[in-house]
């Protein structure tokens, strides 16, 4: 029997696959971007189509550039990024594109909901409801498209539509269907109080399936798109952030990630799920372990748009990243005066109001691009410090060092800044890909490793580790002072700023 395990991930802004040889004890991974769409503002939708091509084209290249045969994979698993809804219609296809993680547009419904269910949402589902959860996406859905909510035939999330693609299998785990709102994380069942409110039939939901269960197989039309064999095993999978946490060696209390992704999250593994308003509360893999955490909407999606809107004449260049990294890297801490705000789609922790909107302050005839992009990183970093104090006030307190994840972590100078913003050690492991957490659940499912704890031992490694600076540290302690205050400043105008542009743009003007 073979012994090669796939991970697939379907991220925020791209997807992974990791390829496990444990004969030969190596990880190949690769990684492809797809579009995310920005139709008005406070929308944010990707073609979950499009996962199907990207993650179908990158099974095939890893089977290609490591010269594995797919009969050697023993099973596959896939990961994804949570609460986004995949509506699938009677010819088993998507209805409309996937409202992304990001998307605000149910502000309105999220705060009826809240009205009318008050703290059940904190006490059941151990969250507070907001625009980013699938209940108030789908009863903005309902409300708002009722031809669409009249053609649904069942409710799927971004790695179970994929993995449905692979095997047929409706179902999707414990974690994922946290991420709804209305599903009770304590006695993992669907919430069929909040699911009658919103109007959302029992049949089209799925099953809950442990994630690391075998809960099918490759057929036919799995086979066709993706290049594996019929037969192989399919694993149900689990959220991204839960996959790299995973994928990062984290297992016991204190355990602390920090993810430098298009959605940018900090989370600290706790022996109890805590219930608060201010944060976001998942089940672990380990029995009596939960990950709350906090985080900032436009993380590595800031450098991206920065990227895409003011680096077009280096946009194209395979090294990019590292060209953009090159210029702010030329530019000392501080970015000389220039902040940044990430709030391109509102904000999360702690402010938890999507009509904040981002923004450069300090700007002057001598700042050049390199400036911008240094501001862009140490913005970001801000706002993660921001989460992190909040955490903090809540009794959660992570244990050195922090390990840093997501594709992010790849760059020295951002890592390095990040470190020096947060004022802690930090670690970035070798392998950090949520894909490469899906390959140890595939492992799990057929029992190549007994336990999650063997998996890590065998797979985590530190690449580098990032000792903070003390001398930028008043730096960044006199510019997040200020940081915070502009936050405070500008809140009023940002809300006036966001009325108007609902008014010009979403009233079709």
């Known amino acids: 029997m073979g012994t090669c395990l796939l991970g697939v991930d379907i991220g925020s802004g791209g997807c992974k696959v990791t390829l496990l040889n444990l004969e030969k004890e190596t990880a190949s991974t690769l ?25 179908g084209e990158l099974i095939r290249k890893i089977l290609l550039t490591t010269a594995t045969d797919p009969r050697d994979i023993r099973a596959v698993a896939v990961g994804g990024v949570t609460h986004s809804p995949v509506l699938v219609g009677e010819n088993q296809r998507p209805i409309i594109p996937a409202l992304h993680i990001t998307d605000s547009r149910s502000a309105d419904q999220a705060r009826r909901l809240e009205e009318r269910f008050g703290d059940r949402f904190l006490e059941i589902e151990l969250n507070r409801v907001g625009p980013m959860w699938t209940a108030a996406m789908l009863l ?23 993995r449905f693609r692979l095997s047929g299998s409706h179902c999707t785990d414990w974690v994922d269907a946290e991420g709804t709102l209305f599903f009770n994380a304590r006695e993992k069942c669907w919430d069929e109080e909040v699911c009658s409110y919103i109007h959302i039939p029992r049949h089209w939901l799925p099953a809950i399936a442990a994630p690391w269960e075998i809960v099918g197989a490759v057929n036919e039309v799995g086979a066709s798109w993706s290049g594996l064999v019929q037969g192989t095993a399919v694993v149900t999978g689990t959220t991204d952030t839960l996959l790299e946490v995973a994928a990062a060696g984290a297992r016991e209390k204190g355990d602390c990630t920090v993810k ?64 953009m990294e090159e210029e702010a890297g030329n530019v000392p801490a501080g970015a000389e005066g ?66 840093l994840i997501g ?46 704890a063997q998996a890590q031992e065998r797979f985590f490694r530190v690449d580098r580790r990032i000792i903070p600076d003390p001398q930028r540290y008043d730096v960044y302690r006199t510019l997040f002072s200020e940081y915070r205050k502009v936050h405070d400043v500008l809140e009023a105008v940002n809300h006036r700023l966001s009325a108007f542009q609902k008014e010009q743009y979403w009233n079709g003007a």
């Open 140 to 162: 903005w859905i309902r409300e708002e498209w009722p031809d669409v909510w009249g053609r649904v035939k069942r409710l799927l999330f971004p790695k179970d539509y994929v």
């Open 31 to 55: 990684a492809g971007e797809y579009f995310t769409d920005h139709p008005r503002p406070g929308w944010t939708e990707q073609d979950p189509e499009e996962w199907i091509q990207r993650a």
């Open 338 to 403: 220039l902040l940044y705000h990430p709030y391109l789609q509102g904000e999360g922790s702690p402010y938890y109001d999507t009509d904040l909107r981002a923004s450069f302050l300090g700007m002057t005839a001598y700042h050049e691009r390199g400036h911008l992009i240094r501001a862009v990183m140490e913005g970001t970093a801000f706002s993660l410090l921001d989460s992190l104090l909040f955490l903090k006030e809540r009794g959660l307190s992570p244990s050195p060092p922090l390990r």
């Open 407 to 452: 594709g992010g972590s790849k760059s020295h100078l951002w890592s390095s800044v990040v470190a020096d913003v947060l004022e802690t050690e930090c670690v970035v492991p070798r392998l950090t890909d949520s894909s490469l957490g899906g390959a140890m659940l595939a492992g799990m499912g057929v029992g190549l490793f007994d336990t999650l």
């Open 260 to 323: 430098l992704a298009t959605f940018g999250r900090i989370c600290v593994l706790s022996d109890k799920a805590v219930a608060d308003p201010g944060l976001i509360t998942y089940s672990y893999l380990l029995p009596g372990l939960w990950y709350p955490g906090t985080g900032t909407k436009s993380c590595a999606s800031s450098l991206k748009w920065f990227r895409d809107n003011f680096c077009r004449d280096i946009r194209e260049h395979e090294n990019v990243f590292s060209l």
